[in-house]
């Protein structure tokens, strides 16, 4: 297993388009995120998953903002009619939650997305 | 609400030196985690170093060490024998024991002049 892999790396899409990222995370993790970064800025939750189960959902993700994890593997994160502010890296990171221990993330090297 | 400040946007220091990135958080939660992340130019973000709040015994990695003031809320990350390929942004992030995401920082850009 060589950690998380996101694709694509980049995006250029014009406003209106819809796009879609997929992320395969660490395959013993049993946790997956999505977060997004724009310029200058740390990470910012928007969901996440365990197993194929979505449990969460931030007020960042707009229903224009999909996310999927339909076998409990990898996920797709898809943003529909893109608008210049949905500009920004997606992160995907992994984790084991093991009785109850934080162990961190491993992270993705991110999709950036660029709305023209 | 919890949060994670970062009060130094920027810094730089001279190789071989030792720096220190300040990082405090707001939390009623008693049982939590403490990470440093590191993030260089064009690449991904990792793991530096963890502390979980319920040891008192300061989190080491070879170069890298914090100090944990649990009373102060206080969490620094230093960084000894600076070099070249520590340049890079560096978040602070914490996660509430009970809670299921890390919230991040907003970060220190920091620059290790040769």
């Not at chain 1, 898809?78 to 949905?86: A, C, H, L, P, S």
């Not at chain 2, 080491?60 to 070249?84: G, H, M, W, Y």
């Amino acid at each position: 297993d060589t950690g998380v892999s996101q694709d694509p790396r980049h995006k250029i899409t014009k406003r209106g388009q819809n796009v879609t990222f997929r992320c395969d995370p660490i395959s013993e993790h049993n946790r997956l995120y999505w977060y997004r970064q724009t310029l200058g800025q740390g990470p910012e939750f928007l969901t996440y998953f365990q197993n194929e189960a979505q449990l969460e959902k931030s007020r960042l993700l707009s229903d224009r903002f999909s996310a999927e994890r339909p076998k409990g593997s990898f996920s797709t994160l898809e943003i529909q009619r893109t608008e210049q502010g949905d500009s920004a890296m997606y992160l995907c990171a992994s984790s084991l939650l093991d009785r109850g221990l934080h162990y961190g993330y491993t992270f993705g090297s991110g999709t950036r997305l660029t709305v023209v | 609400a919890q949060t994670v400040t970062q009060s130094q946007p920027e810094m730089s220091v001279q190789e071989a030196e030792t720096v220190t990135l300040s990082c405090t958080y707001d939390t009623s939660e008693n049982n939590y985690y403490l990470f440093w992340y590191k993030q260089p130019p064009s690449r991904q973000m990792i793991l530096v170093i963890r502390q979980e709040a319920y040891k008192q015994q300061n989190a080491t990695e070879n170069r890298f060490s914090v100090n944990f003031q649990k009373a102060a809320k206080s969490f620094s990350l230093k960084i000894s024998d600076s070099q070249l390929g520590d340049t890079a942004m560096y978040f602070c992030a914490f996660i509430p024991q009970r809670d299921d995401k890390i919230i991040f920082g907003k970060g220190t850009r920091l620059h290790i002049l040769p």
